[in-house]
């Protein structure tokens, strides 16, 4: 049990897959510039980590590795990602018409990203049990989401501070980012994996 | 000939793709620590673009427009696949640093959006320089940010000492965070460049 918490807090905070391994950043950028939107998105992100990364795994441990089709990996991965994406956008919009208002639109900007296509080949890679898959795949969701929120809640303030000309937009919002990477950094070293 | 060159060129400048379009932003910060793997990843992009403009122009009137995106995916992963076995078989250390990102490659939206905007509507060879020179926009900003990352982070460039043993290295420029706080000031720094430019440009 300590095992998977550890794992849990690894992937949510220690190496939080945006802020220390830069998984994601496209939307971390693009939506973080309202708190309600970026709630939206971190649990959007979350739900479809965990169960694409599931699938991922079932595929690769079923099929990919007994017929020595690894090579095939990626694009599987790619694919398998997009369409579940897809297919969860359209039985949402159908069974779930007041939600698919709300994630919609986030649901189609995560289907060819780095975080859903990165944590599933990370979670290969590092040979984790389909408990542990899960659990940092759901744990990397988390963290993604904690981050999202973090610097929509500063981007919100930073509306009312006086940012040089030069910087406002992108410039400001990486530097921002830095700033909270650095304080990330304080939790180093308490777990090591 | 000098159409072809405008096509090329405009990927390094105008719409360099790290400070512009703020596209493809994961590897610039994650693989920049070091000059040589900076280089490496700004090389596989470049390659990835280039061989997947021409495969998407050369099948350009094949492929229904429904389906268009799940084949230039297709198209994009089959490339990067190709990419990974050749580093993985010839350059085993830099594929173990580059690890998940190389894979990444894959969902980069700018390689997808140049297939979608340019390759898709044009013919082979210019489809070919637009990737090139995207791709090489690239190159060049990930060597630049190598650059300044390992000098400052570690006091050498390509694994050279340039500032002597004296020199403290800046441990914040290797970590994570000094990369993202580096791109925030340069992309500052580029907009008051461009900036410049058109200014001038527009009083001739």
């Not at chain 1, 599933?120 to 988390?142: D, H, K, Q, T």
């Amino acid at each position: 049990m300590t095992e998977y918490l550890v794992l849990f807090v690894s992937a949510a905070i220690v190496n939080n897959y945006v802020l220390t391994r830069f998984l994601g950043l496209c939307i971390f950028f693009g939506v973080s510039k309202s708190l309600d939107a970026s709630i939206g998105m971190g649990m959007a992100v979350t739900a479809v980590i965990t169960v694409s990364s599931a699938l991922a795994w079932l595929v690769y441990y079923l099929f990919l590795l007994p017929y020595q089709l690894t090579s095939l990996t990626i694009v599987i991965f790619v694919l398998l990602v997009a369409s579940f994406v897809q297919l969860l956008e359209m039985v949402i919009k159908k069974y779930m018409p007041n939600l698919h208002k709300m994630w919609g639109i986030y649901l189609l900007l995560i289907a060819t990203n780095c975080i859903a296509l990165g944590v599933p080949l990370i979670n290969v890679e590092s040979g984790f049990n389909f408990l542990e898959a899960l659990v940092n795949s759901f744990g990397s969701g988390v963290g993604f989401a904690l981050a999202i929120i973090l610097m929509a809640s500063l981007r919100e303030k930073l509306k009312l501070a006086d940012v040089p000309k030069s910087l406002e937009g992108l410039g400001v919002a990486f530097i921002l980012a830095g700033m909270l990477a650095l304080s990330f950094c304080g939790f180093s070293g308490m777990i090591s994996l | 000939m000098a159409n072809l060159w405008k096509i090329f060129s405009k990927g390094i400048i105008q719409e360099n793709p790290i400070f512009v379009l703020a596209l493809s932003l994961c590897p610039a910060v994650a693989v920049s620590t070091t000059v040589v793997n900076a280089a490496a990843m700004g090389l596989a992009v470049m390659i990835v673009i280039s061989a997947n403009n021409i495969s998407v122009s050369l099948i350009r009137k094949l492929v229904n427009p429904k389906v268009r995106v799940p084949v230039y995916i297709i198209s994009i992963a089959t490339i990067v696949t190709v990419i990974e076995l050749t580093l993985k078989a010839f350059a085993p250390l830099i594929y173990k640093d580059l690890g998940v990102y190389l894979q990444l490659v894959v969902v980069f939206a700018i390689i997808l959006a140049r297939a979608e905007v340019f390759a898709s509507k044009n013919r082979v060879i210019p489809s070919f320089f637009d990737g090139f020179g995207m791709g090489f926009g690239f190159f060049t900003a990930m060597i630049f940010i190598g650059v300044i990352r390992e000098l400052f982070g570690n006091g050498t460039i390509l694994g050279f000492s340039v500032f002597g043993s004296s020199y403290p290295p800046a441990l914040i420029m290797i970590l994570p965070a000094g990369g993202f706080i580096l791109i925030g000031y340069l992309v500052g720094v580029y907009k008051i460049w461009n900036e410049r430019i058109e200014k001038r440009s527009g009083a001739r």
